[in-house]
Each structure stands twice: as C-alpha cells, then as structure tokens.
C-alpha cells in the first residue's frame, strides 16, 4: 500500500493550493478517503472527507474550511484532491491523506504566511 501526498507549499492569506493523493495497492474506489492535518502542538483534526461512489461521494468538511476547501475524488486516476481558497495563517499545518482511517501517507506541508 501507498498513500502519496502532493502539492502542499508556501502560500500568501488569500491565496490557494491543491493537495494531490495519490494511493496504490487496495481497492481505492471502495474506499471513503479523507483529509487530515496537524499544527505544531496541536492534535490533527479532519479537514474533509469523501465516500467512495458507491456510498454516494458525500462530502463531509471541518467546520473551519467549509466554503473554502473542495475534496474530489478520481477513482480513474486513483487519486483525491482538496482545492484550498482563501487560505487564512491558521491552515497552517501538514495535511495528511487517509485510505478509510486504515492507511496513511506521510504528509505534504502547508504554510500561509506573508
């Protein structure tokens, strides 16, 4: 199993990225995949997540983000996104992808500051 996230990056407030995972070795389109991310000092929390297609594609988002942030999905590619806006100092942090809680990659870093 590999969970590879990308795209994470120095950014200015107002500004946007988009987080790549990319995932490899179990059933990706059976799975629900999500968004985490921790600060220093803090406990990583869910930014938002997703059901495989077959539970629909529901989307699910952190109070903190909504509006903001957009998760999708590419069972095709193997892949799930999160398209960030508005981005806001307090996104700060390293924003890990999860396969179903059960796998996890090893994170990409997302900083905002002027």
């Known amino acids: 199993v590999q969970i590879v996230e990308s795209g994470g990056g120095l950014v200015q407030p107002g500004g946007s990225l988009r987080l790549s995972c990319a995932a490899s070795g179990f059933p990706f389109s059976s799975y629900a995949m999500s968004w985490y991310r921790q600060a220093p000092g803090k406990e990583r929390e869910l930014v938002a997540s997703?059901?495989?297609?077959?539970?629909?594609?529901?989307?699910n988002y952190a109070d903190s983000v909504k509006g903001r942030f957009t998760i999708s999905r590419r069972d095709d590619k193997r892949t799930v996104y999160l398209q960030m806006n508005s981005l806001k100092p307090e996104d700060t942090a390293k924003y890990y992808c999860?396969?179903?809680?059960?796998?996890w990659g090893q994170g990409t870093q997302v900083t905002v500051s002027s």
């Open positions: 999860s396969a179903g809680h059960r796998y």
């Open positions: 997703i059901s495989s297609a077959g539970g629909g594609g529901i989307t």
